[in-house]
């Protein structure tokens, strides 16, 4: 399983950031995909999940309204759009396989991070 993040950066509150997750056939083949974030002395929160299967996605309460999550057609990409970022959302993010219950969780896979700063 190969997931690889891209697209972080500096932005300022209130701006637009897209990342992208660029996954092997094999991942989207048998897993769900979604991003997780780690903030400085805090502990790796999941973000959204796009299912394998039928699209279906989830939000963590915290992004929902602001963060879309999607994907290509071919399914290897999963793309995270964030609009109106805050400063709280600064964190290095990653892409990993998951899916979710009460809460979004790893299923096993992860890729390297990518830091995205919010800040004027």
């Known amino acids: 399983v190969q997931l690889q993040a891209s697209g972080g950066g500096l932005v300022q509150p209130g701006g637009s950031l897209r990342l992208s997750c660029a996954a092997s056939r094999f991942a989207v083949d048998y897993y769900s995909i979604g991003w997780f974030r780690q903030a400085p002395g805090k502990e790796r929160e999941g973000v959204s999940c796009?299912?394998?299967?039928?699209?279906?996605?989830v939000y963590a309460d915290s992004v929902k309204g602001r963060f879309t999550i999607s994907r290509d057609r071919r399914r290897t990409t999963v793309y995270l759009q964030m609009n109106s970022l805050k400063p709280e959302d600064t964190a290095v993010y990653y892409c990993a396989t998951c899916w979710w219950g009460d809460t979004i969780y790893n299923t096993g896979y992860w890729g390297k991070g990518t830091l995205v700063t919010v800040s004027s």
């Open positions: 796009i299912s394998s299967s039928d699209g279906s996605t």
